[in-house]
């Protein structure tokens, strides 16, 4: 999509939200009216006051309102070893099957006189075959004897979007962007519709059956609020995941952005990403 | 007013009214507070425990590991990317050592097509010939120490200091029997490294421990100038033991240290290529025994039997000693 009709959609959106508010505005001054004799007004005044109530939140130690998180992806760097779905799955409690993940590894090939890429991930049988079990990830050496003529490996994982598609059309409030700009699920008000998974472009949800609610990458936000990595920059043995708040000048994603050209995935869908790309080619996404 | 409008009025108030109070009602404390969510969760969200603690975690405990670990090539690979995520330990057990070492490290070292060229990687058939990595490289300090791998000396000095040797060594330092070591073109530093260990004791011959006491670490150092100088040859061997084309599928286990072909790759390293077979099965039995003391050698010889051993010797003893310009350049 072009960039004018992204600002123009951008701007059908912020219209259409405007309506939407004065709607809402008439509609609540009508039900103060009709209601106040049952005290809501006491409620709603209760509500909108609590917002000053709190000092530092989500934890004492942690005020959201500080930071921006973002993310970063040396594609250069990464070496294909999996041990950051490793990490993840451990940090995260995902089930151990090779088929749900929160992050995952791709690989992209191009043979001598393809046009395209052959992709695979650590949940392609022939990798399942190589590790020798679902639990355990591995990239399978099959194109040793091949002629390669271009090769690399792309990390993934949730975008954390700006205008994030799967919050938009959460029926129940269950997901959300955090202040700090990390999108997270509320998982019991999460009633397992599905609409989120099959509205992220990115394919970076799935859904628990399990538990019955929808899970994804929320960059170990247990973690970064207690001022630790999450866990698969942690584990990344070559630094190809990098990780840091934009309000800080100096901190490692700052550096990363401002000392690198970067790309984000799939910028014509206006979800302005948070997670930046270095050294992919045109065909992921 | 018709009545029927005034009651579809009052309908729509109260079910108005109704659904206002169910919403009321129905609405948890913090939704809406910072949008339409349900702030508490967030802190529910924020309060799970950390798994993986980092190694500073690790480190309050094995601090003499972690500071090892920190100071090498794999301090960018933290505790629990091996070991596993800490949560739970020390409480409820030990975490484990990684048993199958090949398979654990080719996940970062085999080579691969996307893999960076300067992540260090290995044709795993070739490295090892399947054996356990860590029989030769400490995970904690991968790199194999080259120890002093410059020795000068005046290689003059070291050849009148040399007669003393001749008897055995040879004039040229080509041995005249099948037990006594060629040192002709063998690596310098191996020589003083050897030369010293006599000298201090540590490696013990019944000849060579009284010679070896009395020199000076400055003869040392020209003894192992002079004969790293001299122009090696292969003596074809009197001895008819072992089987060459055995003991070269065995020698890919050496291969890493000691060279394709027994020209060693590091200067810290003995050569072996065109080396008496007499010595070399000597030398590999007394490894095995722990007559000769060298971590490394031990664990790589445990497994041999006097048949390997004398296949190797065959083998090492058969190649051409004479450094191949390929053979030197690789790295």
Redesign the interface.
Known sequence: MKREAISSLLARRAFLRKIGRAATCAGAIA?TG??GA?G?TK?VAA?SE??SRRGS???KD?D?TKRQWAFGVDA????????CVE?CK??NDVPGDAHHFNTWVE???YLEGDKRARVDSHHDPVNIAASGSEREY??A?R??D?K?EK???VPKLCNQCTHPPCVQVCPT???????DGVV?I????CIGCQYCVQACPYGARWFNARKGVSQKC?W????I??G?QP?CV??C???ARIFGDRNDPQSPISLFIRNNRVQVLRPETGNAPNVFYVGIDKEVS | MPKHIVRLIILL?AS??IA??AK?FFTV???????????D????????????K?ARYCQSCHSERHAQWSANN?K???C??CH??AQGHPEKGKLPIPADTVKLCT??H???????GT?PQIQVAQHSGGQQCKVCHNPHAPKIAAAAVRVTGDAAAGRQRAAACASCHGAEGISPNDTWPNLAGQSAAYLARILAAYKSGDQKDVVMTPLAQPLSDGDIRNLAAYYASLTCRTVPSTTRIGDAATGKALAKNCASCHGDTGIASNPAWPHLAGQKVGYLVNVLKAFRGGLRKDPMMAAVVRGLSDADIENLAAYYAAQSCQPVTEARKTP
């Open positions: 039900a009709a209601a049952l809501v409620k509500k609590s917002t939140f989500p934890t942690y959201w250069n760097k990464c070496i294909g070893c999996l041990r990490a451990r940090e690989r992209y090939v591995r990239f050496n194109y040793q091949a390669v090769a690399f490996f409030g269950a997901t959300y962007k955090a202040v997270l509320d998982q019991k008000y929320y170990c936000y247990h973690r609020t207690k630790l866990a942690e584990a043995p070559v630094g | 108030v108005a009214a206002l109070i009321w404390e913090s939704f809406y507070e910072y949008g339409h969510y349900r702030a969760s967030v802190p529910e969200i924020a309060a799970q425990e950390a798994v993986y980092t794999h960018s690979v933290t629990e990317t596993g995520a996940l970062c085999e080579a691969m097509p996307g893999r960076p992540q």
